[in-house]
Structures are given as C-alpha cells and as structure tokens.
C-alpha cells in the first residue's frame, strides 16, 4: 500500500484519461438521434424486444425472422408513408432490469420511434408504465398476461393481440363443447407465473361452466423440467378423463414425447393450448384427437381466413425463407407490425400527411382495426387487443409430417374476451352454459 | 495505494459518474444499477478477504428489493424504505450467518447458493402473495415527500446511490485496515492462528457476513426503486454468480475495484447487447477471460500495477 505522491499523481492523470476517453466513446453511439416531433424523420426506427436466448428463444426467434422478413416487405414496398423502417431488437433473456434499461436505451439513445415489447409478461408488466413516462408508443406484441389492462390505464401502451384469459377460456369451450361429459381432469403446468395463471382462469371458468368436475392432480413440475416421469406415472394411475397442459418450449415437446412413449394420449385427452407452437417439432409423436389451441387465430391452415391470399403468402413466404410453416408468435409479430402501419398512417392522414407526434401517434392506436393474417384485430379504448380464438383437435395426414388441426372452431374476440373495465377473475364467474350452445360451427380439416 | 489517492479517485470517479449520467441521459439508469451491484460486490469483497465466496448473496437483494415492493404500499417514503430494507437484510444475514460461518469454501458457498435458492422458491410458490415469475410493480415512491418519479426521480436515485457507493466505501476501507480487517485475512491464511491469538473467527466472519448482507441490501433497494419492478430472477442463482464475476473483473485489491468492475461488467454487457444483440453472451465471456488471463487482479489489478511500474 505504500506509494510515492508522485506515483499516485500519474495513475490518476492516466485513470482520468482513460476514463475521458471512454466517456467520449460511449457518447458516439447515442448521439442526438431522437430529434422528435414533428419533423418527418429520414427513417423509422422501431426497438424490438424479443428472446434471443434461453428457453423462449423457441418463440422469440420465429418473432424477429417474422419481424426482419415483414420489414423487408414493407421497404420493398417503399416504406411507411414513405419512410423506410427499421428493427432494432434488444434480447429479453437476461431478465426484467436488462429489459428496462435496454428501453431507456431504445428511447433516449436510439431514438426509436415505436418499441414492440415483449413476449414475457413481466416485462411488459415493467415496460407498460415506462410507455408512458417516457411518452413513447409501445405495442405488447406477444405476453400473455391479462393484469396489464385490467389492472391500470396507459396511453402509449396497447396490446396488438388477445391475452390469457380469452386464450384459455376457449380452450375450455372447446373441450366443452368436444367431450361435454368429462368428469375428471389433471393439470400439468410449468411450475411459474404462466402455468399458475393459466389453470386459474381454467379453473375458475370450469367451476363456473361445469360445477363438479374432479380435479384429480395439479402437478407443477420445474419450469425448464426435461423428465415427466413422475407426472406421467401418476396422472396414468388416477385416468382422469382429460389432463390439461398450457406448457410450451423444451417442456411441452417433451411431455408429448413422454406422454406418448407410455401411452398416456390413449387413456385420457389432452388439451394443451400452445401446443400448436410444438407440433412441427414433436411431429406425429402427438396422436390423433387431442385439442390444440394457438394463442388466438394462428394457424396456417386456418380454415375460414378473410383474406385467403394473404395468408398464404405470409406463409409461404415465411416457410420459404426459413424452412418451416409460421406458428403463433409469428402471426403475433406479423399483428404488431400490421398494427404499425395502419397506424402510422391513421395518424399521417389524420394530420394532412404530416408527421404526428408521439401523443398522436399513441392516439392512433386507441379503437384502430387492423388486418391480421387471418382476420383482423381491434385495440379496444383500454388498450387490450380483440383477437379471435382458433381451437381445433389433432388429425394426422400423408400431407404433413406433423399433427394438422381439423374441427376447428373459430371464437369471435368478443365472446370470449373480459369486457372492458371488468377483472377476468370476476367475470369468469358470470359466465353461463348457454354460451357453449351458442358455439360457432366447427370446420373440417380440408 | 495512498488513502489520499485512493480518496481522490473515488471522488473523481463519482464525478465522472454524475458527468456521464448527465451527457447521456439513458446511462443514469445503467450507472445507478452498476453502483447499487457494485455495493452488493463490495460486500462480497469482504467475505473474500476471508477467502470465502458466497454463491447466494442474491439472497439479501431480492430480499431487500421485495421489502422495498411491499413496504411501499403502507409507506411510500423511499427515505425510510431504503434502511428498513438493509435492516432487514442485515437482521436475515444475522440469523442466516450464525450457521453458515462454521463452514468453509465450497460449503460456506454452497449453503449461501442453497438458502437463496429457497428464497427463490420462496417467492415463486406464494403465488397468491407475490404474483411469482411476473414479479411487482412498485407503487408510487415519494422522496421527503415528493413523488419521486420522472428525471428528478431517476436523478435522487443515482444521488443516494452515489452517497451509499461512497460512504460504504469508507467504511469498509477503514474496517480492512482495522484489526477486523486483518483477522479476515488471517482466516484466509490460516484460521488456527487467529483462535491461538485469543480471536474467535467465526465472530469475525459473522461481523463482516452481515455487513456483507446490510450492503446487498441497500443494493436490492436501489435496484428495486431504479426499475421499479422485482422479481424472484433478482435472487436465482445466476444473479449470485453475476456478483462473483464483478468481484473477479473489478479485482479485490481495493474497495474501488467492486465499483471498477459493476460499472465495466453493466456497461460491457449494454453495449455488447446494442452491438450484438444475437451474441452478447459471447462478448462479456471473452471480456472475463481476458481478465483472467491476461490480468488476474482484476480492472483494479490492472491500475496498481501500471502504478508500481511507474
């Protein structure tokens, strides 16, 4: 520890340089790129966040291919009212603080004009007010949970698709409607935030729906579980008549392969809401008969879509550059830039062709309708995404590797979605068996 | 190096931070999360001088961050929020250090990687009570009274953050230099000694564990007012492990290398995420390999060094 004055006068001389130098280095990228307002700016830039590693890569990857691929289009096409666009993408992975200072990083270094965020439901929870204090348009492209809206108002905040509760519940009318006298059910949930809320909407809708049924089993094996052995030997000894799974990603996949290794799918049918994100992975592991959902309309087969020719070229576009048909989070992706365009130019034209500010901008997305791939969305006046259900049963054919979906049921958004300013806890609990009667026809895989 | 020069560094460091949150407005954010791990760090410096590596002190941050979360909605004064957090921290790394001293190394990290692993259980099973994986927003903070929110807010932050980097700082350079401080080497060198010299090591490793668990604790609550948002990720293990590898890179000669190393490991990590968002992963192995290799005293290694040549 012992040192002359002059020594420690060169070390700090040589650390402040050091350090100068490195202040001027970090300021170079930010620059004044968030010159805002009014001014027609040379690009639009927009902060994509996504998971570009851990387990959720599964849906954060195919979510920026759609994203890079969209965007393309759209310059091909010469932009967004004459603007090019560009993704900036930002990885999830690394937890909620990443995440937010990744979006401070988005707004006041890169000058981003719009941010997508996010697939995880924390970090939308922590984003959403970010929105609004640092006034910058944010669209929730992908998480699932339903507290966001229910629990409080935003203005730059909206949800370009559906949320949990709509996502589950028609999960639940499908099976209601399919094998209406089920008398017993086991669940099989990631053990986190997800799996936990999803069985609590179902649970709570089911009690509401069907009083009565047996719950012989709620297993929450580890999020990130490669082994279902124990699950499987035991859901197999109490053959309850359904079993539930809302996991997805690495687990799902390997519960079907499991499940099916010791013939699990013959004593009781699944239903299992993503599993359309899994079925080109597992392939025909997954038998035939089992209720599939998608997290809203998603299905590249869909069987009723409003504009055939759209979706077919979304997928075979996507299929053609990445050599495998789009599931979910890219139709989620596809919605949130779907949504960008239509309301960048609801605002462009709302200003005569000028350039909205970021208020305006915001102001666009309340009440928008927007095409989808499949049909179209609307953002209701709280911010939350009208997006309809597609539910259908597993059917194996010559004509893909994989389980394709047949007696499918399309539910309208509003026959399945919280209404606004109600909580779904509460309004689970009004439901009525008359609205399984008043299900939409189901349609055959063709 | 001199107590004056080290002095002088650290103001000059916390001037430059102020510099930098003030020219680029989005590092405030960074630097006031660097600063509050490079508090949990310093706390880890401590167990190291004693030669023992706590795998878990994620433990005390989430723990402090979640007293932030809750507390806040009977008292919203960040003021009061901030101490009680670290007292409880402090009263938890009392009870929990009570045992975990009489244990070494691998044992002593194990059991600290264990127990804060329990925590994160903890958190993600009540999940009636702590929403689990999706975490908690914080309600509205105040600070004396006033809201403490938007650029002011994210400004006050940084400011207490700065102040406790600072003030705990001196301490701990003080307690190294106090027989304290010399026992704790003493244990690393060989413990015997210090029980034939009538000194009890457990109480000292006790001492300088709870000081550890009080500074984990004002991190977690910083960290809990600057994102406003906690979750159980805040005590899983890799956050644990994060706060290893800052000691490692900032290096362990002095109670500026935690902050060296916090602030290099989140400013590494943000712009090696801008750059390359597919493999940032990559970047900051490479960066802690270099240290290792090429400069095993860490950042701070680095600059004392260069000092003796010179």
Redesign the interface.
């Known amino acids: 520890?012992?040192?002359t004055?002059r020594?420690?006068?060169?070390?700090?001389r040589?650390?402040?340089v050091g350090?100068g130098a490195a202040?001027a280095s970090?300021?170079l990228?930010?620059g004044s790129a968030w010159a805002q307002g009014a001014a027609k700016p040379a690009e639009l830039k927009v902060g994509i966040a996504t998971y570009?590693?851990g387990p959720a890569s599964v849906f954060g990857v195919p979510g920026r291919q759609t994203a890079e691929m969209l965007f393309d289009e759209i310059n091909a096409a010469g932009g967004i009212a004459g603007i090019k666009v560009r993704p900036i993408?930002?990885?999830e992975g690394?937890?909620?603080?990443?995440v937010?200072?990744?979006y401070?990083?988005l707004?006041?270094?890169e000058g981003v004009h719009l941010i997508f965020a996010a697939i995880s439901?924390?970090d939308c929870?922590?984003c959403a007010?970010l929105a609004d204090?640092l006034k910058r348009p944010t669209l929730l492209w992908d998480c699932g949970?339903q507290?966001i809206f229910e629990d409080n108002r935003y203005n730059y905040a909206f949800r370009t698709q559906a949320n949990a509760t709509p996502e589950i519940l028609a999960a639940l009318l499908y099976l209601l409607k399919a094998k209406p006298d089920f008398k017993s059910i086991a669940v099989i949930n990631q053990?986190?935030?997800?799996g936990?809320?999803s069985w609590d909407i179902f649970r709570t809708a089911m009690n509401t729906l069907k009083p009565g049924v047996k719950v012989s089993a709620e297993l929450f094996p580890r999020?990130g579980a490669t082994d279902f052995s124990t699950e499987i030997t035991r859901v197999l000894a109490l053959r309850p008549d359904v079993v539930l799974s809302t996991s997805w990603g690495g687990d799902l996949d390997a519960l079907i392969r499991q499940a099916s290794d010791r013939k699990l799918f013959e004593r009781s049918t699944f239903v299992m809401p993503l599993a359309e994100s899994s079925l080109q992975r597992v392939g025909k592991a997954l038998p035939a008969g089992h209720i599939v959902g998608a997290r809203g309309d998603h299905w590249f087969l869909h069987p009723s879509p409003a504009d055939p020719e759209r979706l077919k070229r979304f997928s075979d576009n996507y299929r053609a550059k990445y050599n495998a048909w789009p599931i979910y989070p890219c139709f989620h992706m596809a919605q949130a830039v779907s949504a960008m365009k239509v309301g960048i130019e609801k605002a462009v034209a709302a200003k005569g062709g000028g350039w909205p500010t970021d208020a305006e901008l915001a102001a666009a997305f309340k009440g928008l309708e927007f095409p989808s791939p499949t049909a179209s969305v609307r953002i209701r006046e709280d911010g939350q995404g009208l997006e309809n259900q597609l539910i259908g049963t597993t059917l194996h054919t010559d004509k893909y590797p994989f389980p394709v979906l047949t007696d499918m049921i399309v539910f309208p958004a509003e026959s399945v979605t919280t209404p606004v300013g109600q909580k779904s806890a509460d309004w689970l609990k009004t439901l009525t068996p008359e609205m399984v009667a008043k299900l939409p026809q189901a349609q055959a895989f063709k | 190096?001199?107590r004056?020069?080290e002095t002088?560094?650290a103001l000059?460091?916390a001037v430059?931070v102020l510099?930098?949150a003030y020219?680029?407005?989005?590092?405030r954010?960074?630097l006031t999360?660097a600063l509050a791990k490079g508090l949990a760090v310093l706390g880890i410096l401590l167990l190291l001088r004693a030669g023992q590596v706590s795998f878990g002190h994620a433990l005390y941050l989430a723990l402090a961050a979640y007293t932030v979360a809750f507390g806040a909605v009977v008292v919203p004064e960040a003021l009061l929020l901030l101490p009680a957090a670290a007292f409880l921290a402090g009263v938890v790394g009392l009870l929990i250090g009570l045992f975990v001293v009489r244990y070494r190394e691998i044992f002593f990290g194990m059991l600290n990687l264990a127990l804060s692993m329990v925590f994160y259980s903890v958190l993600?099973?009540f999940?009636s009570l702590t929403?689990?994986?999706?975490?908690i927003?914080l309600p509205p903070v105040t600070f004396l009274g006033r809201p403490l929110?938007?650029e002011a807010g994210e400004w006050t932050v940084l400011g207490m953050a700065l102040v406790l980097a600072l003030a705990c700082g001196a301490l701990v350079r003080v307690a190294l230099a106090s027989p304290l401080g010399e026992a704790l080497a003493g244990i690393k060198t060989r413990e015997t000694r210090l029980d034939f010299m009538g000194v009890s090591p457990k109480r000292v490793l006790l001492a300088a564990y709870v000081a550890s668990a009080v500074m984990a604790g004002f991190a977690g609550a910083i960290?809990a007012l600057?994102?406003?948002?906690v979750?159980p990720?805040l005590s899983y293990w890799t956050t644990s492990g994060e706060l290893v590898f800052i000691a490692i890179l900032g290096g362990a000669g002095s109670v500026i290398g935690p902050f060296l190393g916090a602030a290099a490991y989140e400013?590494t990590?943000?712009?090696a995420?801008?750059t390359f968002?597919?493999a940032?992963?990559m970047v900051l192995g490479l960066v802690l390999l270099g240290v290792i290799v090429f400069a095993p005293g860490g950042i701070w290694g680095m600059?004392a060094s260069?000092?003796?040549a010179?």
């Open positions: 520890m012992a040192g004055g020594a420690g006068m060169l070390t700090r040589e650390a402040l350090a202040g970090l300021m990228p930010g570009l590693s993408f930002v990885d690394p937890g909620v603080d990443h937010v200072g990744e401070r990083r707004v006041q270094s439901s924390a929870i922590a007010p204090e949970t507290r053990d986190y935030a997800w936990r809320d999020f | 190096m001199t004056r020069s002088l560094l000059a460091g430059l510099g930098l020219a680029v407005p989005w590092l954010f960074v999360i993600e099973k999940y929403h689990g994986a999706d975490g927003r929110a938007g960290i600057t994102t406003r948002h979750t990720a400013l990590r943000v712009y995420a801008a968002a597919n940032w992963q600059i260069r000092r003796r010179a």
